[in-house]
């Protein structure tokens, strides 16, 4: 694991020579960006990194600042466990596979979750009135109230978050997330139907977390 938190794996190869002889970057992994390594996070992100690397120190540092507004705000819950509770209030009563689906999530990695959210009273499991053997989650009053009180309290760091986004850059910015996001909501799709034919659509599917 190098500095930074990026593995030489996560950027396809070992580390290579830096300087300029190195293979210019590109958009995505590709030739020369199997060889780009991270620098000191200290000295800020290299003009040369190739996006997909800098997407994935993007996403954990926003990860981390994510978990330091909740705490911040003396909330008791995990940002996993207050992302699950936004899917439920946009469809409250679906099914752990539809919310693990909905959240980019493993089944695995969302049963451990929601547990942790039943026992503090946040979520309810019912049992299907039409078939007793399926179980539908369900957000509580307490659940309500600490997204509420999220957005209340929260609002403010994320606004000083952005500040810096020039607002005429931001449609351009706002239709790379988007474009990005369906990508890879396509891309996961794929790659579980995949993995579900190879194994005959039994066992556990793999934690993405691990």
């Known amino acids: 694991m190098k500095a930074g938190g990026v593995s030489e794996a996560e950027v396809g190869g070992p580390s290579g020579p830096s300087g300029p002889d190195r293979p210019a970057a590109k958009c995505g992994p590709g030739q020369g960006h199997a060889r780009w390594f991270w620098r000191d996070p200290s000295d800020g992100p290299p003009e040369d990194a190739p996006l997909h690397v800098l997407l994935l120190a993007a996403s954990r540092i926003m990860g981390a600042f994510y978990a330091g507004t909740l705490t911040q705000a003396g909330l008791r819950i995990s940002p996993a466990g207050l992302g699950v509770l936004r ?96 990508q890879f909501s396509e891309l996961i799709k794929k790659e579980r139907g995949t993995w579900r034919r190879a194994s005959g659509g039994c066992g556990v599917e793999p934690d993405a977390s691990t």
Not at 127 to 156: M, N, W
Not at 164 to 179: L, M, Q, T, Y
């Open 87 to 182: 899917v439920l209030l946009a469809g409250d009563g679906l099914k752990s596979s539809d919310v693990a689906a909905r959240g980019w999530s493993s089944p695995g990695t969302l049963t451990s979750v929601v547990s942790t959210l039943v026992r503090e009273g946040y979520v309810e499991r019912r049992s299907d009135a039409g078939d007793r053997r399926v179980v539908r989650l369900f957000v509580t009053d307490k659940g309500r109230q600490i997204c509420e009180d999220y957005h209340a309290l929260a609002a403010p760091h994320w606004r000083d978050a952005f500040d810096f986004v020039d607002p005429a850059d931001e449609p351009v910015i706002r239709k790379f997330f988007v474009d990005r996001i369906g």
